[in-house]
């Protein structure tokens, strides 16, 4: 596709479910971003890839949070055991050449 | 700590007017500096990116300026529509041992009335 493809939109999580937020980044690009960016703030990093080497996951906030990108295309971040304070929107990015990146429109997780 | 700090907060302005929005930040090394616009409900748009010999840039109605010797940055919207309502976010590019990372600022929310 032309841009950064992000499923689904909305997700409704009980507290304690686990989910799994999918992203298509634009064919070819090397880079992929996730970013998670809680309601009034600015994105904040979560995690990156190089192909399928995940380079940097320092910004993941704890060990439930999960990425991965096995074939250096698309990009699945799981949450298990999900809590209200992992509700907010996340962000996929890639980027051909590190210098400019495309945003997906995100993921909203609402956890209850 | 690596840090972008944006003001206002938020802002509130007539169909037509002008309006400045400021970012300053600390960020070292420095790479570039960007402007993104993001809607609601949507990811960020890139406005414009400065390297450090930069000092304005623009896109449009959109002009961007960076000090990089006192670290601010300012983006000036001229004439605004009510399409510009949205986030600005201000976004530094530095770099780590993985690479390159985006500091971003949390955004001023301008709103346009008619």
């Known amino acids: 596709g032309a841009g950064v493809s992000q499923s689904p939109r909305y997700k409704v999580a009980k507290r304690g479910q686990d989910v799994a937020l999918r992203c298509d980044p634009i064919s070819g690009h090397v880079s992929l971003f996730w970013y998670q960016q809680a309601l009034g703030q600015g994105p904040e990093f979560l995690t990156y890839f190089q192909n399928e080497a995940q380079l940097d996951k320092s910004g993941l906030p704890s060990d439930r949070f999960f990425a991965e990108r096995p074939e250096g295309s698309v990009s699945t971040l799981k949450i298990q055991r999900t809590q209200q304070e992992d509700s907010a929107v996340y962000l996929c990015?890639?980027?051909?050449?590190?210098?400019?990146?495309?945003f997906g429109s995100g993921t909203r997780l609402t956890v209850v | 700590k690596n840090q972008v700090e944006q003001s206002p907060q938020s802002l509130i302005i007539l169909e037509g007017k002008n309006c400045t929005l400021q970012?300053?930040?600390?960020?070292?090394?420095?790479?570039?500096l960007r402007w993104y616009k993001q809607d609601t409900g949507r990811g960020p748009v890139s406005l414009t990116i400065?390297?450090?010999?930069?000092n304005t840039k623009s896109n449009g109605r959109y002009t961007a300026t960076l000090d990089a010797d006192t670290k601010q940055s300012s983006l000036h919207i001229t004439a605004s529509q009510l399409s510009d309502s949205a986030s600005y976010i201000c976004v530094v590019t530095t770099f780590n041992q993985a690479g390159t990372a985006l500091i971003f600022g949390k955004g001023t929310t301008l709103s346009v009335s008619s």
């Open positions: 400065m390297t450090f010999s930069e």
């Open positions: 990015a890639s980027s051909e050449d590190n210098y400019g990146y495309t």
């Open positions: 970012c300053n930040y600390t960020v070292s090394p420095f790479s570039n």
